[in-house]
């Protein structure tokens, strides 16, 4: 097709405005921003104890000690490091994967299936994200420890497994990327509803199911309010209670100074989910979009 | 749903049960009926957390989401070089665990250790001083924004996607500049996820505890046991063995959270197209 005027011209490069150097320097400012104390973090972990406090905070010290703090971050107290990174992966597994499971099914199910009173449970679950989780961790604990739940594994695990934002985050998608005539064509070809939803429908889902369990992997990685309740026995203690413990022997009075421990165990304890992001970011960037692009 | 039951309804029940008794030196525990209630209004400790919570909202919200604003506006913009590592740039925070954000800053505002340390050994006296008394909640802040800044950018980020191409065309076509376009088309197109970034940040403020509780190891003196309603709660239940009365005070939080999210809610779709 032509056009009379060439300025209308529909090609990409015609919409596309020049570069534009200040826009680009206010984003540079952003960018170090976020990663300022990242790389701090990274400079730091090579220092030794007496370099991190009497060099400057953004360069490398007088030794490159980085293995060292490994090897000794790894096995200070037994090893403990590890045991809580062990512990870290159980519950993520258990309660990332199981909160993922639920809301997949549980999405699913509302998207694609009407029966009374749906409306009632899309308002509940609305509802739900609306209630933050550190609210329900103190009642949580209260009924747990009735139950005698409190400082076991469980008690990490079961409160994880519900996402009310996975759960919408799935029914929303679900609405869009399965298209009803496609489950309808499945049925009248004899399929059963278990296999159309594994053959047909989870894999249109898979985006949405990448970014709900991506986000419940974080959430459950990174929580830190509900094990300090949970929990007091440090076998137990996923990372992000057991870096704060070190921390608090290291500033503590009588401390024991472990500095570099801090240190180097945050970083290790980055770097496994920092990789998860970035090896999924195609698959979680089509999610969060996905329910928002459509033309 | 039996897990759902286990973990939202049962909590939320067995808390407002416990909000109505009292463990007492006399009789036990006894029904109290409002008395907790009571006591939790006229309780100038939860006052002072409530009302260092509320000043929080009002200046770090708003900052945090006009920077995330620009940030995905510029993005969208497509005047920029290299804008998928921007993107991905400023939202790797927010894979970064709470705990070992603010440990990070904490040493980094650390006067001994970290470069607030290092400013000040330059430029010869205390320029810095992020964990003093006055600049606690600032220090507070940056960490927060820093690790949900990228976060409510990738939210407007959709939302500006989801404008179709022609809107733009129509609008060039009409002559109308950078400017006019973000005003009249782009922040109409960002209300609804807007309204959302609020909600869930006002939340966010409310129950704020990690960022201060882990920094309260570095300056024990200035964060007190009740500086936010919710280490209030905690600290009453764990460290002052009176459930019931955190109880109340999470319930209490709790209402007032969702009263103004519902409020945010209500305001930012009335007016509105849809």
Do not use: C
Not at chain 1, 160 to 180: C, E, K, M, N, R
Not at chain 2, 83 to 107: C, D, E, K, T
Not at chain 2, 157 to 181: K, M, N, P, T, W
Request: charged share 10%; glycine share 8%.
């Amino acid at each position: 097709m032509k056009r009379a005027a060439p300025a209308f011209d529909r090609s990409p490069s015609a919409l596309r405005p020049r570069r534009s150097i200040p826009l680009g320097i206010v984003m540079a400012v952003f960018l170090i921003y976020a990663f300022l104390p990242l790389v701090w973090l990274l400079i730091n972990a090579t220092k030794t104890q007496g370099d991190i406090s009497t060099t400057f905070g953004l360069w490398f010290g007088s030794e490159f000690a980085l293995w060292d703090n490994i090897v000794e971050t790894l096995t200070y107290g037994d090893g403990i490091f590890l045991t809580w990174l062990a512990n870290t992966m159980i519950y993520v597994i258990a309660g990332a994967g199981g909160a993922t499971l639920l809301a997949t099914l549980a999405g699913y199910g509302l998207a694609k299936y009407s029966f009374p009173g749906k409306r009632a449970v899309f308002a509940i679950v609305l509802g739900a994200i609306a209630v933050p989780g550190t609210a329900l961790a103190v009642p949580t604990f209260l009924m747990f420890s009735q139950l005698g739940l409190t400082n076991t594994m469980w008690a990490i695990i079961i409160p994880s497994l519900i996402s009310p934002f996975g759960l919408y985050l799935i029914w929303v998608y679900a609405v869009d990327a399965v298209p009803t005539e496609l489950l309808e064509a499945a049925r009248v070809d004899g399929a059963g509803e278990f296999r159309t939803f594994f053959t047909v429908a989870l894999r249109l889902l898979a985006p949405g199911i990448v970014t709900v369990a991506l986000f419940a992997i974080v959430a459950t990685w990174n929580n830190y309010f509900l094990p300090l309740i949970m929990l007091n026995d440090p076998q137990l203690f996923p990372l992000t209670i057991g870096l704060q413990q070190w921390n608090l022997q290291a500033t503590g009075v009588g401390s024991d100074p472990i500095f570099h421990l801090v240190i180097t165990g945050s970083l290790l304890t980055i770097i496994p989910i920092v990789i998860a992001f970035l090896l999924l970011q195609r698959f979680w960037q089509s999610g969060l979009s996905a329910g928002s692009v459509k033309q | 749903m039996v897990v759902f039951a286990l973990t939202f309804i049962a909590p939320l029940v067995y808390s407002v049960y416990l909000s109505l008794f009292r463990d007492q030196l006399v009789g036990g525990n006894v029904f109290v009926g409002l008395d907790n209630y009571a006591q939790a209004f006229a309780d100038e400790k939860l006052l002072e957390g409530a009302l260092r919570v509320g000043a929080f909202l009002a200046v770090q919200v708003p900052i945090m989401l006009v920077l995330a604003l620009i940030a995905a506006l510029a993005i969208d913009s497509k005047r920029l070089a290299g804008s998928s590592l921007f993107r991905i740039g400023l939202f790797l925070p927010y894979a970064v665990p709470g705990v070992v954000a603010v440990l990070m800053w904490g040493f980094i505002y650390s006067e001994r250790l970290g470069l607030a340390g290092d400013v000040n050994d330059t430029v010869g006296f205390d320029l810095m001083t992020p964990l003093s008394g006055d600049w606690i909640l600032f220090a507070i802040g940056n960490i927060v924004t820093w690790e949900f800044m990228g976060y409510n950018m990738l939210i407007f980020y959709s939302a500006l996607r989801a404008v179709s191409h022609d809107v733009y065309e129509a609008a060039a076509i009409d002559g109308a500049g950078q400017f006019r376009i973000i005003w009249n088309i782009k922040l109409p197109a960002l209300r609804g996820a807007l309204v959302i970034a609020t909600i869930f940040s006002i939340i966010g403020s409310f129950q704020l505890f990690n960022e201060p509780n882990i920094l309260k190891s570095l300056v024990p003196t200035l964060i007190t046991t009740f500086y936010t309603p919710n280490m209030y709660a905690y600290n009453l239940s764990f460290v002052g063995q009176q459930v019931n009365y955190a109880a109340t005070v999470a319930i209490i939080m709790g209402v007032i959270t969702a009263v103004i999210a519902y409020v945010v809610q209500l305001r930012g779709t009335r007016g509105g197209a849809r």
